[in-house]
């Protein structure tokens, strides 16, 4: 074995080196120009969609399972002529707000509060541990017996099933606050709330907007859930009343309108991370 490992630098140095050929496209850990990344992002949703028209066109599926894009266009313009587009984008985004936020205001300061103090942490770590693997629509039928079938279920059924992730992603945020930070805190006479508001909140800030674009993707697929199973309004409910009479063509406008929805909360979470954290954009 030491033999080897003796030869193992001459066996090195003897054997021919080979550089790597230079290459935009195949650069590890580095950008890429400006032009090249909004070309890939342009082909990203270009070539979907010309696969769609091209399959839905030849007639190779038929159009009760597989419309054309025109006929999507269609039942868009229809719904919104109708103002149901409308009213079910509305409810459903008052519901997944209305969740995600009440889970957000919780979560942050308990993940906080539990990266911070072990002893926090080993209050809190084997409970939500043990409640976070339960499956947020299992609790659907609960919801529903305590609190009927108006928003309450709804907005809760959100809740719980953020809460967990967005509490455990923020205290593992704190984790990487580095100690030097801290120690030069404290030597410089920093008291617990200073160090907690003045020095820990601002560094895990980015992580806390991060962790919040992540899970507010778990919110739609939840509302979505909740309104399958009871509502009279929602982008969901649309859906579902789609499925029933066959109208493919609206549920296929239903989720492309979910999806352009996500993508907005997604470009707006950049924007505030980049607006409110500049410094971390550095």
Known sequence: MNRYAEDLPENNSARPRKMLSPSVFWRIGEDIPKKLAWTLMALSIFIPVALWWIVSNAGIVAPLFLPTPAQVWGAF????????????????????????????????PLGILMGTFSSIRALMEPIIGIVRYMPAPAFIPLLILYFGLGEEPKILLIFIGTLFFNTLMVMDAVKFVPKELLETSYTLGGQRKQVLLQVIFPFILPS????????????WNLVIVSELVAATEGLGRRISVAQRFLKTDEIFAGLIVIGLIGLTIDLLFRLLLRVSCKWAND
């Open 208 to 219: 806390i907007i991060d962790a919040g674009r992540v899970n507010m993707a778990a919110s």
């Open 77 to 108: 313009q229809r719904l919104l002529a109708t103002g149901d587009l409308q009213k079910d984008i509305t409810y459903s985004l008052f519901r997944v707000l209305s969740g995600f936020s009440l889970a957000a205001l919780i979560a942050i």
